[in-house]
């Protein structure tokens, strides 16, 4: 099976503008995570989406949105943006397996904000 | 609240050395654990979850309970080891049920020396 795919892999937008970022999950996962990383914080849950709704929520302003569509793609959202934005935005799809999700990353965007 | 501490930031062993890299949690409940590895410009992969007891790449890891942690161990470091090490917990809310969300620890960079 194909994994992850994210697009686009790299971006430079500058402060207040938005921006938008694409993930396709692994066919057959209904389950996808975003998260971010940065050298600082580390890898950071932003949100998760299933079957087209938020399940579960980062502590991250709401500047931050995503939204999942019908094939389980995924995209999400960051207006305003901040300098402090900048970072590798990871997207994760999920499999259940057993009692929990084992999350399949994809290679990232990164995310420069000047 | 669900957390993951990994104590070192960085590891530096020599090829051949025995490697163990520490991961302690706090969770209430039955645990479930993940290792993740990133190697220099790929993604974030699954190295090993600790239910399914597999020894990956000569990497284990042994959950003690007791001790709260979930150290990650390899007898004979390689230098192709050389990356970050993530331990990951996954959200279970207080009903017991899985989201497609990890809690990662700060990670430790493990340098391998010929």
């Known amino acids: 099976k194909a994994g992850v795919t994210q697009t686009p892999r790299y971006l430079i937008k500058t402060r207040g503008q938005q921006v938008t970022l694409s993930c396709s999950p692994i066919?057959?996962?209904?389950?996808v995570s975003w998260y971010q990383q940065t050298p600082g914080q580390g890898l950071q849950f932003l949100f998760e989406y299933f079957s087209e709704t938020q399940r579960n929520k980062g502590n991250f302003p709401g500047r931050f949105s995503g939204r999942q569509f019908s094939n389980s793609r995924s995209e999400m959202n960051v207006s305003t943006l901040e300098l402090g934005d900048s970072a590798l935005y990871l997207c994760?799809?999920?499999?259940?397996?057993?009692?929990?999700?084992?999350?399949?990353f994809g290679p990232g965007t990164r995310l420069t904000v000047t | 609240a669900q957390r993951v501490t990994q104590p070192e930031k960085l590891l530096s062993v020599f090829k051949g050395a025995p490697v163990e890299l520490k991961c302690n949690y706090s969770?209430?409940?039955?645990?479930?654990l993940f290792w993740y590895v990133q190697y220099s410009r790929q993604r974030l992969q699954l190295l090993l979850r600790h239910i399914s007891r597999e020894s990956i790449k000569g990497f284990t890891a042994d959950l003690n309970k007791g001790e709260t942690s979930f150290h990650l161990k390899k007898p004979f470091a390689q230098e192709e080891d050389s990356a970050m090490y993530y331990c990951?917990?996954?959200?279970?809310?207080?009903?017991?049920?899985?989201?497609?969300?990890?809690?990662f620890g700060q990670g430790t960079i493990l340098t391998v020396h010929p």
């Open positions: 994760a799809s999920s499999l259940m397996t057993g009692a929990v999700y084992e999350q399949y």
């Open positions: 066919s057959g996962h209904r389950s």
């Open positions: 969770y209430s409940g039955s645990p479930e």
């Open positions: 990951a917990l996954p959200f279970f809310n207080a009903g017991g049920t899985s989201y497609g969300k990890l809690t």
